[in-house]
C-alpha cells in the first residue's frame, strides 16, 4: 500500500522559506514521477511543481517559478519543497501526490495521473 506523509508546514512571515518533505513508502519510490499540489480555502487544487523519477525534470506552475524547487532522495525515499520568498497568497494546504503507475507520457503528468496522496501539511504566510 502506498503511503505518503507530509512535514514541515508552518507559519511564516512574507519572504520567509520553508522546506516541505514527504516520505514516501509502499512500492520502489524511484520508479514513480512524484508532484506537489496545494489548495487554499475557497480554492480548487491546484498543480504546484512535478518531478520525473529520476529527478532529471521538474516543471513549475507560473505562480510558483524562481520561488520554489522540488527535489528528490531516492535513497531515502524522500520528495521536497523548498518555498523561497514566501507570499500571503501562498497560504494553503500543501499534498504531496504520486502517480498510479509507471507513467510514459508527455512530462509533466496530467493531474488525473496522480493516484495516491498525502495527507496535506498547512502552510501559512502572514503578511
Known amino acids: 500500500q502506498v503511503q505518503l506523509v507530509e512535514s514541515g508546514g508552518g507559519m511564516v512571515q512574507t519572504g520567509g522559506s520553508l522546506r516541505l518533505s514527504c516520505a514516501a513508502s509502499g512500492r520502489n519510490f524511484s520508479r514513480y514521477a512524484m508532484g506537489w499540489f496545494r489548495q487554499a480555502p475557497g480554492k480548487e487544487r491546484e498543480s504546484g511543481a512535478a518531478i520525473s523519477e529520476s529527478g532529471v525534470n521538474t516543471n513549475y506552475a507560473d505562480s510558483v517559478k524562481v520561488r520554489f524547487t522540488i527535489s528528490r532522495d531516492n535513497a531515502k525515499n524522500t520528495v521536497y519543497l523548498q518555498m523561497n520568498s514566501l507570499k500571503p497568497e501562498d497560504t494553503a494546504v500543501y499534498y504531496c501526490?504520486?502517480?498510479?503507475?509507471?507513467?510514459?507520457?508527455?512530462?509533466?503528468?496530467?493531474?488525473?495521473?496522480?493516484?495516491?496522496w498525502g495527507q496535506g501539511t498547512q502552510v501559512t504566510v502572514s503578511s
Open positions: 501526490a504520486t502517480v498510479r503507475a509507471l507513467y510514459f507520457g508527455d512530462y509533466p503528468p496530467a493531474p488525473p495521473q496522480y493516484a495516491y
